[in-house]
């Protein structure tokens, strides 16, 4: 089966740097996606990855190894309004289907203080 | 009307009611999938519909009943639902091929069962 851990809960200072870390194990691995969701919203797209390394986009990065099953997502420049959920989500073969579906991590509440 | 949409917003039945959920895509969009997001719970795929096929968790009781009538149309067909059901109720939908499956979620239907 699969499994996807995240941290429960972060504490950051507004204008600081986060890094929320992911770590995954699964069957045929085909990319990890990361989104944001607010109290009460949807999740929103924030990142996708496919192969190792960097994507930037902005204030949020997201790295990828795959050979550790690891990725994390980098908020620089907190802002108040990034309080939220982070969700990783790794796409990978469903079990009995034979195709490719997301599984998603609890999710880490982030909080940024003043 | 833009993106994912799902009514209704708030839901609350009775245990033996008969309701139903629904969602729209305007995305253009040939993919289509049921997630249910409980407190402290990662969200959780119940049902897939797409061009090639349906995927359906298997966890999922047969008092959830899905109908997609074409690719922009979602349904979820809810009878004699029991208390723990209540939850999230998530529509998302994505293109099969490409940046693959990329998931653009709807607000989500909460959903309360007395």
């Known amino acids: 089966g699969q499994n996807i851990d995240q941290p429960t809960e972060m504490t950051a200072t507004e204008g600081a740097i986060v890094q929320i870390n992911c770590t995954y194990q699964?069957?045929?691995?085909?990319?990890l996606f990361w989104y944001q969701q607010h109290a009460g919203e949807a999740p929103t797209f924030l990142s996708y990855n496919v192969l190792d390394g960097l994507e930037e986009k902005g204030r949020f990065s997201s790295f990828l190894s795959r050979s550790k099953g690891y990725s994390y997502l980098l908020l620089k420049e907190l802002q108040m309004k990034d309080s939220a959920s982070y969700l990783c989500a790794v796409r990978a073969l469903y079990s009995g289907a034979g195709s490719y579906q997301l599984t998603f991590g609890k999710g880490t509440k982030l909080s940024v203080i003043p | 009307e833009t993106g994912v949409t799902q009514t209704p917003r708030h839901l609350v039945m009775g245990m033996t009611n008969k309701k139903s959920l629904k969602c729209e895509q305007h995305l253009g969009h040939n993919a289509m999938y049921w997630y249910k997001q409980s407190a402290k719970k990662p969200l959780e795929l119940m049902f897939v519909y797409s061009l090639e096929e349906r995927v359906e968790n298997n966890s999922v009781p047969s008092r959830f009943s899905p109908e997609c009538p074409n690719s922009s149309h979602l349904f979820l067909h809810l009878h004699t639902l029991q208390p723990e059901d209540s939850a999230l109720y998530l529509c998302?939908?994505?293109?099969?091929?490409?940046?693959?499956?990329?998931?653009?979620f709807g607000p989500g239907t909460r959903l309360t069962v007395l």
């Open positions: 699964t069957s045929g691995f085909n990319g």
């Open positions: 998302a939908s994505s293109q099969v091929a490409g940046q693959a499956g990329t998931q653009y």
